[in-house]
Each structure stands twice: as structure tokens, then as C-alpha cells.
């Protein structure tokens, strides 16, 4: 695994290219609420994956994941 900008580099199966290719992993935190009073109490973390070779992006909440 390589890190680059803080992704890691991992092969999954991608449902665009239909094979296993090679995706740019990392975590970021997203703020769910509309709302500004509630906003700091939304924050989840999702899964962030990038396909290399067709771009595709995928975010899975983590708590769901």
C-alpha cells in the first residue's frame, strides 16, 4: 500500500469497470444537518473510494458501513 495525499492505495471491485482495480481510500468527515445549531452534532465519518482507471467515487457512511 502507498499513501498519497492521504489516501491508501487498495484493489477492490469496481461496479463501473466490473473487475478489481486499483482505489484511492480515505475518510472524511461530512456535516449531515441543514440546520446551523445543529450542524456541529451531525458530523459522520464516510469512507471516501476512488476508482484509478474509470474516476468512479463511492461514500459509505461509516457507521453503516
Do not use: W
Request: hydrophobic letters at 25%; charged letters at 30%.
Amino acid at each position: 500500500m502507498a499513501a498519497t495525499d492521504g489516501a491508501t492505495d487498495l484493489t477492490e471491485s469496481c461496479s463501473t469497470c466490473e473487475r478489481t482495480t486499483p482505489h484511492e481510500v480515505s475518510v472524511k468527515i461530512l456535516t449531515e444537518s441543514t440546520k446551523e445549531e445543529n450542524a456541529q452534532f451531525s458530523r459522520e465519518p464516510y469512507r471516501v473510494s476512488k476508482c484509478r482507471v474509470c474516476g468512479t467515487t463511492t461514500e459509505t457512511r461509516m457507521n453503516n458501513a
